[in-house]
Antibody, heavy 122, light 110 residues
Framework: QVQLQESGPGLVRPSETLSLTCTVSGYDINSGYFWAWIRQPPGKGLEWIGSISHTGTNYFNPSLRTRGSVSVGPSKNEFSLSLRSVSAADTAVYYC???????????????WGQGTLVTVSS | QFVLTQPPSVSAAPGQKVTISCSGSASNIGKNYVSWYQQLPGTAPKLLIYDNDKRFSGIPDRISGSKSGTSATLDITGLQTGDEAVYHCGVWDSSLSTLVFGGGTTLTVL
């Protein structure tokens, strides 16, 4: 079955760059769908970060666009998140997920990784 | 600070019914499609409902979703202790050009 797994450093220093990778198994991401990053600060709600297709078409949360990007790779069946100039406000559990849609402005996330906690601290 | 408003908590007894609301605006719930997620303690969210009222694969029919105007609701009947979780609603906001979530509602089965 299709599974997603996040990986990356659990601790990032303030002002540095947060980099995470999501590895997809059981499905070739070049076959379709959009792939997303979503985060959840401790004890708080969910925040959509951005989504990318296998062709590189991507959409990013406007509130994070100046600092972040999503990309396909670095290896086959992986996609990545980069968030620059991080602060304590970026401390969260980061999830990768598969995005589905049935038409215009109909989006949902049917598969999720287990999440990885990233703490921003010196 | 969330674009979508959910009650922080709801509770009901086992076997009873609970309704969780998600209130938005014309630019999000009023024109786009709502999804609902269940998040058990310490786990990733799990999709329950998409396109306002469609149950995802494997979700029992005691869980249902609906939408009216700028609000959406998630109904759970025949409550079980295993339903204790945080429930999140999500929808695309056409004015903000971003996907938004509610703050989440904690369901307690008394």
């Amino acid at each position: 079955q299709v599974q997603l797994q996040e990986s990356g450093p659990g601790l990032v220093r303030p002002s540095e760059t947060l980099s995470l990778t999501c590895t997809v198994s059981g499905y070739d991401i070049n076959s379709g769908y959009f792939w997303a990053w979503i985060r959840q600060p401790p004890g708080k709600g969910l925040e959509w970060i951005g989504s990318i297709s296998h062709t590189g078409t991507n959409y990013f949360n406007p509130s994070l666009r100046t600092r972040g990007s999503v990309s396909v790779g670095p290896s086959k069946n992986e996609f990545s998140l980069s968030l620059r100039s991080v602060s304590a406000a970026d401390t969260a559990v980061y999830y990768c997920a598969r995005r589905q849609r049935s038409g215009s402005f109909s989006y949902w996330f049917d598969l999720w990784g287990q999440g990885t906690l990233v703490t921003v601290s010196s | 600070q969330f674009v979508l408003t959910q009650p922080p908590s709801v509770s009901a007894a086992p076997g009873q019914k609970v309704t969780i609301s998600c209130s938005g605006s014309a630019s999000n719930i009023g024109k786009n499609y709502v999804s609902w997620y269940q998040q058990l303690p310490g786990t990733a969210p799990k999709l329950l409902i998409y396109d306002n009222d469609k149950r995802f694969s494997g979700i029992p029919d005691r869980i249902s979703g609906s939408k009216s105007g700028t609000s959406a609701t998630l109904d759970i009947t025949g409550l079980q202790t295993g339903d204790e979780a945080v429930y999140h609603c999500g929808v695309w906001d056409s004015s903000l050009s971003t996907l938004v979530f509610g703050g989440g509602t904690t369901l307690t089965v008394l």
